[in-house]
C-alpha cells in the first residue's frame, strides 16, 4: 500500500526569508525533562522537520512557521476569533459552536489566541534570539548542576536551523552546560557537522534500513541519514534511536539490519533505543485540525519488544526500550 | 489529612524490593492487625472523670485541679497490651478512639456531629448508648453549662471574653449557642489544647520522671513559705508527677498477669520482659534501646492523658538522642541490629494509637554542625517501608552533607508511599530558629538552633525548651485583598468590617494600592492578634498542664505552668492563607490598571462586585496576567512582597506569654473555607471559591513544571515565616520508572534544598486525581503526565488514553 505524504497546509518560503536570520522559532521549552539525555534537563522543540513520518507524534514541530493549535474541548463558539482574524483564516464549522481554520489562510500571527476568552486557541512557535533562549534554559541551571542534566536541542529537526541553533550551542558550551541533540540526520553534512563539536551528546534516528520503505514512510529516502550517522559517530558519542511502529519496521529482519548497521560504528556508539510507538500524539492532530492515518496501528507488546532488544543485545550492543 | 490508615501504595515495580532488610514476621501481623482495628467511635470515659473531679475540686486554684484530673485519668486508664506487641501503652481505653471534650457537650446537645482530626468519622448524641446520653445530658452537662453561660467550656468562656467588635468579625450569630463562626478569622476558639510541641524526651530518658520530680521538690522546698502562685504550680506539678510514674508499673502489672495466663513459651517470656522495662521506666532512666523507646512512647501516651485530642505530641528526631543506647546495646551484644529493627518497626506502629501526627524526623545537624545521620536514621527509614501507614509523619532534614546513601533511601520511601516522607531544608529550619531572636523571642543559640525538630506538619520547635504552640488562628490574606479594593466593606458580610484605606479609584499608582493593603493587612492582623491574646488567657484560666510543664525546660526553675509563660521560648503561631491570590491580584492590576491601562480601577471594581457577569474579556484579560509558579519575576515579586509584609505585621504582634507570635505558612484546609467569605478578586479567581492552597500557585496556575514552581517559590523569603511554610508539589510516580528515577529524585532533593526552600512535599498523582482531572481539566491543565518516554498534558489527551492512564496508575503497571 502506497502511503500519500499529509500535506494540509503549505508552507510559506517567505516567512523563514524574511524572519532574521539570528532568531530561531521554538515550538515550546520543556523544563523538567527527563527523557533526552542524563539528569534534568530542559528541552528546546524546534519548529520544522524535512520529513512527515506517518507515526509523527509531535506534528505541531512538522511545519517551519508559527501555527494556531485548536483545542476544541474548551471552545465555546463565541466566535471573537472569527472578528479579529486579519486573514479571515476562521470560519463557523458544521458542529454547533465549533469553528474551523482555513490553514491555507492563516499566518501565525495568534491575533486570535490574544482574543480567545475560553483558552481554546494557542500559538505553536516563538522566535528567540540564541541569548534570549540561553536565559531561558539558564533558569535551570541549578538543576543540571546537581544532576549532571543540561540542556537537549530537538524537534522537529533542529539542523533546519543550524545557524541559529550553532549560536546557542556555543552559549551552552561556553558556560559548560551540557548539550545534547535529536536529530532526524535527513541534512547537509556541513550543517550537521557545524553542530557536532559543541554537542556533548547526539541522538540520532533510525527508521528504516530498507530505503524504499522508509520513503514510502517518511517521504525521503534513508541514504543521506545512514551516511550521516557514519560520519557523525567517527566524531561524536552517538544513541541510536529505533521507532518501533507495527506494520513499518518492527520485523525481525529490519532491527537485525538496523543492529549490524549500528555495531559498525565502533565505540562512539553509546547504546541503542527502541522506542515502541504510541497513540499519545493522536489529540494534536486534532488540535492542528489534520486527519490521523495510523488509527488502526497497536503499540507493539512488551514481549516483542523484549524480544527485539535481546535481539540487539547478541550484537553486542548496549539496548533499552524507552528513552 | 486524610482519614485513610494504609500508605502502601506501590507506585512503581522498581521499588517493591527497595528493602534491604526482611520484615519480620511479628512486624507483619502487628501491621495488619492494625489495619483491621476498628475505629470505636467516641467515649465519654474521660470526660466522667474529668467531670467528677473538676466539681469535686471548685475550691482549689485551677492548676491544682487540672493535676487531679489528670493523675485520676493516669490511675483510671485501662491498661490493654495487644498481641505481639513489643512497645506496649494506649491512649485511651481502646487503641482507635476520640475523647469527648467539654466544648462538645454544646454541639452534640444542639444535634450537631463532631468530626474528629484523627479518624475523620463523624458522631453526634444519637450515636452514643441510652446510659451514656443519660449521663452526658443529666450529670456531665449540667456540670459545664453551669449558670447557661458554659464558661466553665473554653468555648463559653472565649465568647465571654470577646468584646463586641471582636465578635463581628469571629462570629456570624452569637444568638444560638454553640454559635456560628464567622470564616474572615479564625482560631480556635474551642476544642482543648494544640499540641504541635516537643517535650523533654532526652531529659526524660536521663534522669526519669522521678529525676524531674526531685527538681521540683528542690525548687520547692527553695521557695519562701506563703501560698503562692508557683508553690501552687510546684505541688501541681507534683500530684501530676506521681501519678505519670505509677503508669509504667500499671503496665507491667498487666504484662505478668497476661504472662501467668500465656501458653505459648516464648511470648510470655516477651511478656515478662515488658513487664521488667516498664517497671523501670519512664519513672527511672532507661538502660537500653527498649526501655528508652517504651518510655518515650509511654511519655507521650501521658501527654495526651492530659490535653485529649492534642495534636502532634512529637517525639521528633529520635536518630539523635536514641543513638547511644542503641549503640551500647549493639556493642554489648545486648541486641542484635535485626532485633533493634524490629522494636523501631513495632514503636512506628504503635504511634498509631497516641495522638495524631506525631512527627519522626532523621538526618539534619548535630548540636555541633555535623551531619546528624547516623544508622539509626536508616533504621528508622526502613521501618517507614515495612510499617507504611499514615502515622507517624516523617521527615529527612537535608542540608549540603547530607549523606547521599540517605537520600536514596529517602528516594525509595517516596516512589513507594503515597505521602512520606517529607523533606525539609535542615539549613533554613536552623535559620529560622536565629531568626526567632530578631522577632521579639530570646537569642536562640547556635547549637539549639541545629537541635531544632519539626512538630505537626513540621513547625519547627526547640524540643524541651519550647512552650508549644498557642495558635493563633488563620488569617486570611485574600480577604484583605477585597478589603482594600472596597474600602473596608465585605462583600460577604455585606457590612464594613475593615479599616476605610481610600476610594481605590482614587488611586493614581500602583505603590498607593500597595501601600494602602499594607495598612489594612496591619489594621487587621492588629485586630486578630487582640482576639487570639484574649483566647490564650482563657487557656492560662482554663486549661493548664502541670504534666506537660514539667517536661519542659524552665518551667519547674520558673515554678510557673508553659502557659503562664514557664518555658524558655514563648511563642504563638499566625498562620497566613490566600498569599498567592493577594499577590497575583496585584500583579494583575499592576499589569492591566496602571502599566497597560487596558482597563480602570473602577471598571475593574465593577467587575469584581459583579463577580465578572459581562466583563468576561476583562476576566481572560485577568487569568492571562502573569501568575506565581512560573518562574517569572513580574509575579513572583508580589507574592514575596505580601508574603514579607504578612512575616513583618505578624511578628509585631505580642503574646501575654512575654513572647511573641511567628508566621505559619501551613492553612491546611482553611484554604476551602476561607475562600467561601471572599468575593471575586482580580487574579482572576471567581467568588467564594477556594484559595490557594497555602503558598502553593493557584491551581491550574503553573504550567511551567516542578522546577520553575523551585524557583518561584525559592524567591519567598522562607526563613522569615519562622514556623515554616508548606510547598506541595504534584508528581507523577512514573518518574521512579524512568533510568536513574532513584537517583534523578535525590538531585532534585538537592536542588530543591539549594533554593533555600524550607518545605517540599510531594502529592503523588492517584487515579483519583486523574479521574478528577477528567471531570474539571480547567483545574488541572499544569497536569503533566509521564507517558510512553515523554511528558505530556493529561487533560489533553484523549479520553480512552486518559483512561488507560488511570489504569496504569491503579494497577501499579
Known amino acids: 500500500m502506497k502511503r500519500v505524504r499529509p500535506l494540509d497546509y503549505i508552507p510559506d518560503p517567505t516567512s523563514m526569508l524574511a524572519m532574521n536570520v539570528q532568531k530561531g522559532l521554538v515550538h515550546k521549552i520543556e523544563r523538567f525533562s527527563l527523557h533526552d539525555g542524563p539528569g534534568i534537563r530542559t528541552l528546546i522543540v524546534m519548529k520544522g522537520c524535512p520529513l512527515r513520518c506517518h507515526w509523527c507524534s509531535s506534528p505541531y514541530t512538522q511545519n517551519p512557521n508559527p501555527e494556531i493549535l485548536y483545542i476544541r474541548s474548551r471552545c465555546k463558539g463565541c466566535g471573537q476569533c472569527l472578528e479579529t482574524c486579519p486573514q479571515k483564516a476562521i470560519t463557523r464549522s458544521g458542529a454547533p459552536s465549533q469553528v474551523q481554520t482555513k490553514r491555507v489562510l492563516c499566518i501565525g500571527c495568534g491575533d486570535c489566541v490574544e482574543v480567545c476568552v475560553n483558552q481554546a486557541r494557542e500559538l505553536s512557535g516563538r522566535y528567540y534570539t540564541p541569548e534570549e533562549l540561553f536565559r531561558e534554559i539558564e533558569k535551570d541551571e541549578a538543576f543540571y548542576r546537581r544532576s549532571g542534566g543540561g540542556v537537549t536541542v530537538g524537534g522537529g529537526e533542529p539542523t533546519l536551523q543550524a545557524e541559529f541553533v550553532g549560536d546557542f550551542l556555543s552559549l551552552c558550551r561556553s558556560h559548560f552546560i551540557h548539550a545534547a541533540m535529536e536529530t532526524c540526520a535527513f541534512t547537509s553534512w556541513e550543517k550537521l557537522a557545524s553542530l557536532l563539536d559543541s554537542l556533548d551528546l547526539v541522538y540520532m534516528d533510525l527508521k528504516h534500513m530498507d530505503e524504499e520503505r522508509h520513503s514510502e514512510w517518511t517521504g525521503v529516502s534513508n541514504r543521506r541519514i545512514l551516511e550521516n550517522i557514519r560520519k557523525a559517530a567517527r566524531r561524536n558519542q552517538v544513541v541510536l534511536r529505533i521507532p518501533v511502529v507495527p506494520g513499518f519496521n518492527n520485523t525481525v529482519e529490519n532491527i537485525s539490519a538496523s543492529a549490524r548497521f549500528a555495531k559498525k560504528l565502533g565505540n562512539n556508539l553509546l547504546r541503542l533505543e527502541l522506542l515502541p510507538y504510541h497513540p499519545f500524539g493522536i489529540h494534536k492532530y486534532e488540535e492542528l485540525e489534520r486527519s490521523y492515518t495510523l488509527d488502526a496501528v497497536q503499540p507493539p507488546a512488551d514481549e516483542h519488544m523484549a524480544n527485539l532488544r535481546a535481539m540487539v543485545r547478541s550484537f553486542g550492543i548496549d539496548c533499552q526500550i524507552g528513552g | ?813
Open chain 2, 1 to 813: 489529612m486524610e482519614a485513610v490508615k494504609d500508605c502502601g501504595k506501590i507506585h512503581s515495580p522498581t521499588s517493591t524490593n527497595v528493602s534491604t532488610s526482611p520484615m519480620r514476621k511479628r512486624v507483619k501481623r502487628l501491621r495488619e492487625n492494625h489495619l483491621k482495628l476498628k475505629y470505636d467511635g467516641a467515649s465519654i470515659d474521660r470526660l466522667r472523670i474529668e467531670t467528677r473531679v473538676m466539681s469535686q475540686t471548685e475550691d482549689e486554684p485551677m492548676v491544682m485541679r487540672r493535676a487531679k484530673v489528670f493523675a485520676a485519668v493516669a490511675r483510671q486508664m485501662p491498661t490493654v497490651i495487644l498481641p505481639d506487641e513489643l512497645i506496649v501503652g494506649h491512649a485511651g481505653i481502646k487503641p482507635l478512639y476520640e475523647d469527648v471534650i467539654p466544648d462538645d457537650i454544646p454541639v452534640l446537645l444542639a444535634g450537631k456531629k463532631i468530626t474528629p482530626v484523627k479518624e475523620q468519622v463523624a458522631y453526634a448524641f444519637e450515636d452514643f448508648d441510652p446510659e451514656d446520653q443519660r449521663a452526658l445530658k443529666e450529670e456531665i452537662a449540667p456540670y459545664w453549662r453551669g449558670n447557661g453561660d458554659w464558661a466553665r467550656t473554653q468555648l463559653g468562656s472565649n465568647l465571654k471574653v470577646l468584646p463586641g467588635y471582636l465578635k463581628e468579625l469571629f462570629l456570624v450569630d452569637d444568638t444560638a449557642f454553640p454559635p456560628k463562626r464567622s470564616m474572615i478569622y479564625t482560631s480556635f476558639i474551642k476544642g482543648g489544647h494544640y499540641g504541635h510541641n516537643s517535650a523533654n524526651y532526652k531529659k526524660v530518658l536521663e534522669v526519669g520522671l522521678s529525676g524531674i520530680a526531685r527538681e521540683a521538690q528542690e525548687k520547692l522546698a527553695s521557695l519562701p513559705s506563703g501560698n503562692t502562685k508557683e508553690k501552687q504550680f510546684l505541688e501541681s506539678a507534683l500530684t501530676a508527677l506521681e501519678a505519670a510514674m505509677e503508669a509504667g508499673g500499671r503496665f507491667a502489672a498487666q504484662a505478668r498477669k497476661l504472662a501467668e495466663s500465656e501458653k505459648d513459651e516464648a511470648r510470655r517470656t516477651e511478656l515478662l520482659k515488658i513487664a521488667q522495662v516498664c517497671e523501670h521506666v519512664p519513672a527511672q532512666p532507661a538502660r537500653n534501646l527498649h526501655e528508652a523507646l517504651q518510655s518515650i512512647f509511654l511519655l507521650q501516651v501521658l501527654l495526651y492523658w492530659e490535653s485529649p485530642r492534642s495534636m502532634s505530641q512529637t517525639p521528633g528526631r529520635i536518630d539523635q538522642y536514641l543513638y547511644k543506647y542503641y549503640r551500647n546495646d549493639i556493642d554489648s551484644g545486648v541486641l542484635t541490629a535485626e532485633e533493634a529493627q524490629e522494636l523501631f518497626d513495632c514503636y512506628f506502629i504503635k504511634l498509631s494509637h497516641v495522638s495524631y501526627g506525631s512527627h519522626i524526623s532523621v538526618g539534619g545537624y548535630g548540636p555541633d554542625g555535623r551531619d546528624g545521620t547516623n544508622e539509626v536514621s536508616h533504621m528508622l527509614i526502613e521501618s517507614m517501608k515495612h510499617v507504611r501507614l499514615v502515622e507517624p509523619f516523617f521527615s529527612i532534614l537535608v542540608h549540603a552533607r547530607t549523606p547521599e546513601s540517605l537520600l536514596i533511601r529517602a528516594a525509595e520511601l517516596s516512589s513507594f508511599c503515597s505521602s512520606h516522607p517529607v523533606y525539609l531544608n535542615a539549613d533554613t529550619l536552623t535559620t529560622m530558629m536565629l531568626a526567632r531572636g530578631t522577632q521579639g523571642g530570646p537569642c536562640v543559640t547556635l547549637p539549639l538552633a541545629r537541635q531544632a525538630t519539626p512538630a505537626g506538619c513540621y513547625e519547627p520547635v526547640i524540643p524541651g525548651q519550647d512552650s508549644g504552640y498557642m495558635f493563633g488562628g488563620f488569617f486570611n490574606m485574600a480577604a484583605v485583598m477585597e478589603l482594600t479594593l472596597t474600602n473596608g466593606y465585605s462583600r460577604y458580610y455585606k457590612k464594613k468590617i475593615g479599616m476605610e484605606t481610600g476610594d481605590p479609584s482614587t488611586f493614581t499608582t500602583f505603590e498607593e494600592l500597595k501601600d494602602a493593603y499594607h495598612k489594612q493587612l496591619a489594621h487587621m492582623m492588629k485586630h486578630f492578634n487582640d482576639a487570639s491574646n484574649l483566647f490564650e488567657r482563657v487557656f492560662a484560666d482554663l486549661l493548664p498542664t502541670p504534666f506537660e510543664s514539667s517536661v519542659i525546660e524552665g518551667c519547674i526553675e520558673k515554678a510557673r505552668s508553659r502557659e503562664e509563660g514557664g518555658a524558655l521560648f514563648n511563642f504563638k503561631q499566625i498562620v497566613g492563607a490566600g498569599s498567592t491570590d493577594a499577590g497575583d491580584s496585584l500583579t494583575a492590576v499592576r499589569k492591566l490598571v496602571y502599566e497597560d491601562k487596558t482597563v480602570s480601577m473602577k471598571e475593574l471594581c465593577e467587575a469584581l462586585e459583579n463577580n465578572f457577569e459581562g466583563h468576561e474579556l476583562l476576566l481572560k484579560q485577568l487569568c492571562k496576567a502573569p501568575k506565581f509558579g512560573n518562574d517569572d519575576d513580574y509575579a513572583d515579586e508580589q507574592v514575596a512582597w505580601v508574603s514579607h509584609i504578612f512575616a513583618e505585621e505578624v511578628a509585631k504582634q505580642p503574646n501575654t506569654r512575654g513572647g511573641f507570635s511567628i508566621p505559619l505558612g501551613a492553612p491546611l484546609q482553611y484554604y476551602l473555607f476561607g475562600g467561601r467569605v471572599v468575593g471575586a478578586l482580580p487574579s482572576g479567581r471567581s467568588e467564594w471559591q477556594a484559595l490557594s492552597d497555602a503558598w502553593s500557585p493557584s491551581a491550574g496556575c503553573d504550567t511551567k513544571g516542578p522546577t520553575a514552581v523551585l524557583a518561584s517559590m525559592g524567591k519567598i523569603d522562607n526563613a522569615e515565616l519562622t514556623a515554616g511554610v508548606t510547598l506541595n508539589l504534584r508528581f507523577d510516580p512514573g518518574f521512579f520508572k524512568l533510568k536513574d528515577g532513584i537517583r534523578r529524585f535525590t538531585h532534585f532533593i538537592r536542588s530543591f534544598a539549594d533554593q533555600g526552600i524550607f518545605h517540599v512535599q510531594f502529592n503523588m498523582v492517584d487515579g483519583e486525581t486523574l479521574r478528577d482531572a477528567q471531570k474539571n481539566p480547567d483545574q488541572y491543565r499544569d497536569l503533566v503526565v509521564k507517558v510512553a518516554g515523554y511528558s505530556a498534558y493529561y487533560t489533553r489527551l484523549l479520553k480512552p488514553l486518559q483512561d488507560g492512564i488511570i489504569a496504569r496508575t491503579e494497577h501499579k503497571l
